[in-house]
């Protein structure tokens, strides 16, 4: 009995010991780190865990605060500009974060890459080190995520059925209504065409901009979704979004009955219990289909979102068909636009640290952010995190490590590379306000007429207003300036 | 020194809680009054007020938020006319005998307002719901306090009054009807959220059983707000029922038994002996639950985000959602007109209906 008792003590000191020894030795003993973020354990938890990692290697300790997804801007905003500090990296859509840096919030990370040797730049996709971290020319903020939207299949559905993954948007509404009734993972139940995130307040208004993105865009990343850059005029009310509205409604038919109700979790618990034959999602569906209780590992094929045959014409606001004038990147007259939405998690460090603290700050994105680290947390689904960098994408190893099959691996990675280096790819709203634009306006006309409360066309004419107003707000030159900058690179 | 402080003893042992009221709900009343005459930019070291006057409020009742606020408007049908026409008339009538019974000048304003709220809320309805257009925020929310306190009411009623009676296991009643309150709203939405989920939710085998299953109450305007009325009144019926039970076991069991000696029936007897005596403290009750229900937030967010489409946002969950997009002007305009509504219908009840009521009583 003593001798267990002994034992245990001394394990116990032991585990106590020796993460301080490693802590004495570290360069930021002292020093905290507030993070605020989403609630975990996506994003948030591997964050927590990495911390502790940090710690023991610099004496840092890494603390992360959660709050609802819907209110990280606003707290961080306020935090910052009140001068409360109480944070002092932001984990959240880069998008959003030009207005932090228009504020004189944010700091600029140029010096810290500069000295950095660990964090090799140029292994970062295009879109994301050129595009996603920067403001201006300079790198505001650190991915630990890279975002953007896909479409996911049943591979066994569509075999059973004689499809093909769909194209366009007109085949998507046709598979989709074929496959809709089909039992898909054999309890006896009639299982759904699609599942795709379409309540109010949640992540519809992404889906949308999927839908519409090879409807408006065509011309390439620097061409945008939605402004003529000069005027800040909105491009919104014409025939492309509107068919994108009526795509998007169509599909109600074929989802599940209170799909107007389902949010991201919702899709996602049904995608993996096998009861959807395609999906509108981020990349987290290739890792999570191969996690404990899923019904659909190595059942998923992930192919780019569907495109469109039809472009819009700026000028005269219609669809005219597509051809190598007005599509230069089409493919087999189809044009795509993976659309970047969210643009993924990425971390800002608040200029008001001290310079021990910033350099604290940015050591830690950084360390999430490095190779060593990403490759791994990219691979499972629970953390969030999803491919940024390209040797996350040239090799299956770490993939088929985590349990997917060497096919399932290749598929999922070339879908990514083949969005990711779209030179057509659409990007998501990196001006002030991009949360009452997209979030609050976008959002709520598309719940309106996905409710039937209004037309189509309704729904088109108050974006436009509302768009209108949110410039006027801000001020158009203000916002026609940084819009104008958000699109100067392209990959 | 010790004259000074007998003298300004009471000031003094008064002032830690006035500066408490002070600092945390009257400047907070004149900070938020402030932006909702303004557009606010945070920046860098602190942040940027643009007054505009009445532009917040304005939007909301003639503008782009129009809509959101108090409905669509196009054309009102017969029904709304009638509708319409017949209250404008009551209530005028109504404010006409004012004038020739008692008037006074006080009294007269007060009515004025309590009129113009009352035709405001009238001709709402008749041009929105009674017209076949969609009505906004407002119109939702009176849904609530109305038809939310009304079933709350009576059935919180009926549980205390039958409480109250020697019955078996009453003590076990009590504390079983008392729980619901005791969770947390945000609890509550998503336990109805669940089990009201026909898809994948605990129930969804009962509802395919019961033929329901194809059937979405978040995708029917209707259906969503009735569920989130039934919720609410889950949650709430506890508090009209403990409250109730402690009136009516405050009635003297004298009264009771001597009008049973006289041959009362039991519907007599509460008619003429509880009933009156309980109603000042049902009155109160109902008063504090409409203003409770005048601010649901938590139960339309939780459950359903406000949609479909805006079908079941209440004001105060408008102003939540403005102030989260950082529209901290709207926010506050939006939240002065729900307190306005509040007051003056709250207000009003009290001393039109509760008041006269019990002034009528011997």
């Given at each position: 009995m003593?001798?267990?008792?002994?034992?245990?003590?001394?394990?116990?000191?032991?585990?106590?010991?020796?993460?301080?020894?490693?802590?004495?030795?570290?360069?930021?003993?002292?020093?905290?780190?507030?993070?605020?973020?989403?609630?975990?354990?996506?994003?948030?938890?591997?964050m927590v865990e990495r911390g502790e990692e940090f710690k023991a290697m610099t004496g840092a300790e890494i603390r992360v605060a959660e709050v609802?997804?819907?209110?990280?801007?606003?707290?961080?905003?306020?935090?910052?500009?009140?001068?409360?500090?109480?944070?002092?990296?932001?984990?959240?859509?880069?998008?959003?974060?030009?207005?932090?840096?228009?504020?004189?919030?944010?700091?600029n990370l140029d010096p810290y890459i500069a000295a950095d040797d660990k964090i090799d730049l140029q292994d970062i996709a295009p879109y994301f080190r050129d595009f996603n971290q920067k403001v201006e020319g300079s790198t505001y903020f650190i991915t630990i995520d890279g975002d953007f939207q896909m479409m996911y299949y049943r591979t066994d559905v569509f075999a059973d059925a004689g499809l093909e993954p769909p194209k366009t948007w007109e085949e998507y509404l046709e598979v989709g209504a074929k496959i809709h009734g089909m039992d898909m993972n054999d309890d006896g139940e009639p299982d759904f065409g699609s599942c795709t995130f379409m309540k109010r307040n949640a992540q519809s208004y992404f889906a949308i901009q999927s839908v519409a993105a090879s409807m408006v865009q065509s011309k390439g990343t620097g061409?945008?979704?939605?402004?003529?850059?000069?005027?800040m005029k909105p491009k919104v009310n014409n025939d492309a979004w509107k068919k994108a509205f009526e795509v998007f409604k169509a599909s109600v038919a074929f989802n599940p009955p209170d799909v107007l109700n389902h949010d991201i979790g919702?899709?996602?618990?049904?995608?993996?219990?096998?009861?959807?034959?395609m999906v509108i999602d981020w990349g987290d569906i290739g890792p999570l289909s191969i996690e404990d209780g899923s019904q659909i590992k190595d059942k998923v094929g992930a192919i780019i979102m569907p495109g469109s045959t039809e472009v819009l014409n700026v000028e005269t606001g219609k669809l005219e068909a597509c051809e190598a004038s007005n599509c230069p990147h089409a493919v087999d007259g189809v044009n795509f636009a993976p659309f970047a939405a969210f643009g993924g998690w990425t971390g800002a460090v608040s200029a008001t640290l001290d310079d021990q603290k910033k350099q604290a700050a940015y050591d830690f994105l950084s360390y999430m952010n490095q190779a060593e680290q990403s490759n791994v947390d990219v691979t499972m689904g629970w953390t969030g995190y999803n491919p940024y960098r390209n040797s996350q994408l040239e090799d299956t190893t770490a993939w088929v490590e985590a349990g997917f099959s060497e096919a399932s691996a290749e598929n999922y990675l070339s879908a990514i590379k083949e969005s990711l280096n779209h030179p057509n790819m659409a990007s998501d709203f990196r001006i002030p306000g991009a949360q009452q634009y997209t979030g609050v306006v976008l959002d709520r006309e598309l719940a309106r007429y996905l409710a039937g409360e209004i037309t189509v066309d309704q729904a088109l004419a108050n974006i436009e207003e509302g768009w209108e107003e949110i410039t006027d707000d801000f001020g158009r030159e203000d916002q026609a300036k940084i819009y104008s900058l958000s699109l100067g690179i392209t990959n | 020194m010790n004259e000074?402080?007998?003298?300004?003893?009471?000031?003094?042992?008064?002032?830690?809680?006035?500066?408490?009221?002070?600092?945390?709900?009257?400047?907070?009343?004149?900070?938020?009054?402030?932006?909702?005459?303004?557009?606010i930019r945070f920046s860098a070291g602190g942040f940027k007020v643009r007054f505009v006057g009445w532009r917040n409020f304005e939007k909301q009742f003639f503008g782009s938020e129009q809509f959101h606020l108090i409905g669509t408007f196009t054309q009102i049908s017969l029904l709304g006319w009638i509708f319409g026409l017949s209250v404008t008339a009551a209530l005028l009538w109504w404010i006409w005998g004012y004038v020739r019974r008692h008037f006074t000048w006080f009294g007269f304003v007060g009515r004025l307002i309590t009129l113009a709220m009352g035709l405001g809320i009238t001709w709402l309805f008749a041009g929105t719901l009674l017209s076949g257009n969609l009505f906004g925020t407002i119109g939702t929310t009176l849904f609530y306090v109305l038809v939310g306190c009304a079933i709350q009411f009576v059935i919180g009623t009926a549980l205390a009054y039958a409480c109250s009676k020697n019955i078996?296991?009453?003590?076990?009643?009590?504390?079983?009807?008392?729980?619901?309150?005791?969770?947390?709203?945000?609890?509550?939405?998503?336990?109805?959220?669940?089990?009201?989920?026909?898809?994948?939710?605990?129930?969804?085998?009962?509802?395919?059983?019961?033929?329901?299953?194809?059937?979405?109450?978040?995708?029917?305007?209707?259906a969503a707000r009735i569920f989130i009325v039934i919720a609410d009144s889950w949650q709430w019926i506890p508090f009209v029922f403990i409250m109730m039970l402690a009136a009516f076991e405050s009635v003297s069991r004298d009264l009771t038994e001597a009008a049973e000696l006289d041959g009362a029936g039991p519907w007599q007897s509460f008619r003429e002996i509880t009933w009156p005596h309980v109603l000042p403290i049902a009155a109160t009750v109902m008063l504090i639950r409409a203003i409770e229900a005048f601010k649901i937030v938590d139960l339309p967010n939780i459950m359903t985000s406000g949609?479909?489409?805006i079908a079941t946002e209440s004001v105060s969950l408008q102003a939540y959602y403005a102030w989260r997009a950082l529209d901290l002007g709207s926010a506050s305009a939006i939240a002065y007109i729900l307190l306005f509504v509040t007051v003056v219908i709250c207000v009003s009840f009290f001393n039109l209906v509760v008041l006269a009521r019990v002034r009528k009583q011997p």
């Open positions: 003593l001798r267990k008792f002994l034992g245990g003590t001394a394990l116990a000191l032991a585990t106590a010991i020796a993460p301080m020894s490693a802590s004495a030795e570290g360069h930021y003993d002292g020093v905290t780190v507030n993070i605020l973020t989403r609630p975990g354990p996506v994003i948030a938890g591997r609802p997804f819907a209110e990280i801007f606003q707290k961080l905003l306020t935090d910052w500009a009140t001068g409360t500090n109480s944070v002092d990296v932001g984990v959240f859509a880069s998008g959003w974060g030009v207005e932090l840096v228009a504020g004189g919030l944010v700091e061409e945008g979704l939605y402004f003529d850059p000069a005027t919702d899709t996602r618990s049904l995608a993996l219990a096998g009861r959807c034959g | 000074w402080l007998d003298k300004h003893m009471g000031r003094l042992f008064l002032a830690p809680a006035v500066t408490l009221i002070l600092v945390f709900s009257i400047f907070p009343l004149v900070a938020s009054l402030i932006m909702a005459f303004a557009r078996r296991g009453k003590t076990a009643f009590r504390v079983i009807f008392f729980v619901p309150m005791m969770i947390t709203p945000i609890g509550v939405g998503y336990i109805f959220r669940m089990m009201a989920d026909t898809t994948k939710g605990p129930f969804s085998n009962v509802w395919q059983w019961v033929g329901l299953g194809d059937f979405s109450w978040a995708a029917d305007p209707w949609g479909p489409g």
